[in-house]
Nanobody
Framework: QVRLVESGGGLAQAGGSLRLSCLAS????????MGWFRQASGKEREFVAA????????SYAGSVKGRFTISRVNAENTVYLHMNTLKPEDTAVYYC??????????????????WGQGTQVTVSS
């Protein structure tokens, strides 16, 4: 059974930092690319960041580039999203996703076949 369990969300002040974690199980994590997406209230789910199977290639949405960093530890089946200089517009439910068919990071939600349940991030001004 595939499971993606996010943690680390919560409340932060503008300018602050949070680190999200996603623990994966039930599939070959080390040969899958991984992504983070977010969905704000009333909006569509959008791409945030993605990382290749070995962690050597990353991709970021323009709105988070330079502030967020995606990383992974294959030995721990975990992918992280380090979020710095948070803004109120970063408020959303953040989802971890796995693309088990490709090794390079993709930005489209349609290409990810497994999803976590999401973790809420709220940034106050």
């Amino acid at each position: 059974q595939v499971r993606l369990v996010e943690s680390g969300g919560g409340l932060a002040q503008a300018g602050g930092s949070l680190r999200l974690s996603c623990l994966a199980s039930g599939f070959t994590f080390s040969s899958s690319s991984m992504g983070w997406f977010r969905q704000a209230s009333g909006k569509e789910r959008e791409f945030v960041a993605a990382i290749s199977w070995r962690g050597t290639v990353t991709s970021y949405a323009g709105s988070v580039k330079g502030r967020f960093t995606i990383s992974r530890v294959n030995a721990e089946n975990t992918v992280y999203l380090h979020m710095n200089t948070l803004k109120p517009e970063d408020t959303a439910v953040y989802y971890c996703a796995a693309d088990t068919l490709r090794i390079l990071p993709e930005t489209s939600t349609d290409l990810y076949n497994y999803w976590g349940q999401g973790t809420q991030v709220t940034v106050s001004s």
